[in-house]
């Protein structure tokens, strides 16, 4: 009996692991039912579709996802930088044809690699401009259009014979605290999520998304418990006419792993309604992470089930509910055809998607000079990766200075630097930016760099806003991607 509830238990989780091959643990547990694995960065090495098949070869219904979204999000050009456009790009251009062709080049290249469950779109409409983790990861702040984006990329992934998986459900949109640090609360009231955040989820159900994932936020007209463990929250996805398979947000986010734990978070997200358990990326505690960091948090929310079954308060099932779930779902998709799509021009959608504030200044240097001040990366989003400011400087310099984290003399002696280096060598000054909206150290530091070099411009990758106002030319990209910085890039030496 134990070790048939054991297998059950592994029908419905879904850990990370370290390294880019298989560790021993995982094959052993996808033989003995594992539902599959999630890809991360540590993962990509020189053959991940090698790696997808000896996973597939221990459990042919394996699902493998990949946190994939374009932009300012990418585990398979981690190293580089993603060549996709991001939410925000596409949300902006608003061309809908657009948005269904990044996601089929999206499907091509989860499928490339061997994987068949991609973790997007974003469906949160991003209402509070200071949100830290979704941002420009989202199609905007408009609850139609992004609903009509969701759909598209929907259709276009799944196009191309590989599942989608919306999040977060039910809107990560207005928050101003990371779930992966802390755990957000949304103080709306049950009309505003309605009429605001849940059309998107909504849209994609109708449109036959496989999977929705959930969120670890708090809506207190709804409950203490966040949305991941919350019935009467993921219950409104079943009145809603879903069938498919809900997955937790990451359940080693501190959300979780602070409050109830792995375990008692795995337990107590099926007892809610959840299908699939994604246990998160082992690489996360950084120092702190212990060399089977992957396998101790397998274990940890394996437990926690088995012991929720042995208690009662997790019914057999409801558990082979959830298992059957996500079977079908393995099925589909090994019996799926991955679909061509045609090439992507990335490059002209990214190009039409930035826009200006202010004159450029003529294009008269070959290279740039720029004062990379963004804010550190989060564990969710790459933003200050050092690909998007070298892939901007490519010929030219580059001096980091995140202000959140430097004293004023230091940031004075980055820009100090920059202008010297730009007048030696004719390049142009470029202040590269991503909190305008919310950082007042950003935007001072525009204001030293205007009163050092008047023809500057500042380069924003994160969320536009039309209520900052500059004493330079803005050019908003919307993306902390390599294609982002690449089309910038042109378009500043380009420009006329």
């Not at 939410?87 to 091509?108: F, I, K, M, P, S």
Request: aromatic share 2%; charged share 20%.
């Amino acid at each position: 009996m134990t070790d048939e509830l054991t297998r059950l238990a592994n029908g419905v989780l879904w850990p990370g692991f370290l390294g880019t091959q298989a560790p021993s643990w995982l094959t052993e547990e996808l033989q003995n039912g594992l539902a599959g694995v999630v890809y991360f960065a540590q993962n990509m090495g020189p053959d991940v579709a090698a790696l997808s098949a000896e996973l597939r070869a221990a459990n042919p219904r394996v699902l493998i996802g990949v946190d994939e979204e374009g932009g300012s999000v990418t585990r398979l050009e981690a190293g580089s930088g993603s060549t996709l456009p991001g939410a925000a790009q596409l949300g902006v251009l608003n061309d809908l044809a657009a948005t269904r062709a990044t996601g089929a080049e999206l499907a091509r290249r989860v499928a490339a690699a061997g994987a068949n469950v991609v973790l997007a779109p974003v469906a949160d409409v991003n209402t509070d401009p200071r949100n830290p983790v979704i941002g420009v990861r989202a199609f905007g702040s408009d609850t139609e259009e992004v609903s009509a984006h969701v759909v598209a990329s929907v259709e276009g992934i799944q196009g191309g014979g590989i599942a989608a998986c919306v999040k977060h459900f039910p809107g990560h949109g207005d928050t101003h605290l990371d779930s992966h640090h802390a755990l957000p609360s949304i103080d709306l009231t049950p009309a505003e999520i309605e009429r605001d955040h849940l059309p998107p989820f909504r849209a994609a159900i109708a449109a036959g998304v496989d999977s929705i994932m959930t969120a670890h936020i708090v809506v207190p007209a709804w409950g203490e418990q966040p949305a991941t463990l919350n019935a009467d929250v993921l219950g409104m996805l079943r009145r809603d006419g879903f069938e498919g398979v809900i997955i937790t947000d990451a359940l080693d986010m501190a959300a979780i792993r602070e409050s109830v734990g792995i375990g008692g978070g795995a337990a107590q997200a099926l007892i809610a309604g959840v299908d699939l358990i994604c246990i998160g990326n082992p690489t996360n505690p950084g120092p702190a992470m212990l060399p089977d960091q992957d396998e101790r948090d397998f274990h940890a929310a394996r437990d926690g089930i088995l012991a929720a079954l042995r208690d009662g308060s997790l019914s057999r099932e409801r558990l082979e509910e959830a298992v059957a779930r996500v079977a079908r779902l393995g099925e589909k998709l090994a019996a799926a055809e991955v679909a061509q799509s045609e090439v992507l021009d990335a490059a002209e959608i990214v190009a039409r998607a930035l826009s200006v504030q202010g004159a450029l200044p003529a294009a008269s240097a070959s290279a740039l000079s720029v004062i990379d001040a963004r804010t550190r990366s989060t564990l969710a989003v790459d933003s200050a990766a050092a690909y998007v400011g070298e892939t901007l400087a490519e010929g030219g310099f580059r001096v980091r200075v995140d202000t959140t984290e430097v004293s004023p003399e230091e940031t004075s002696a980055a820009i100090a630097e920059a202008v010297r280096v730009a007048s030696e060598r004719d390049l142009q000054v470029i202040a590269l930016v991503d909190r305008l909206h919310s950082s007042a150290a950003q935007r001072d530091l525009v204001a030293q760099v205007a009163l050092a070099a008047s023809d500057a411009v500042v380069v924003n990758v994160g969320l536009a806003s039309a209520q900052t106002e500059l004493p330079l030319p803005l050019l908003d990209v919307r993306a902390a991607s390599r294609i982002g910085a690449a089309v910038a890039r042109e378009r500043l030496i380009g420009a006329s």
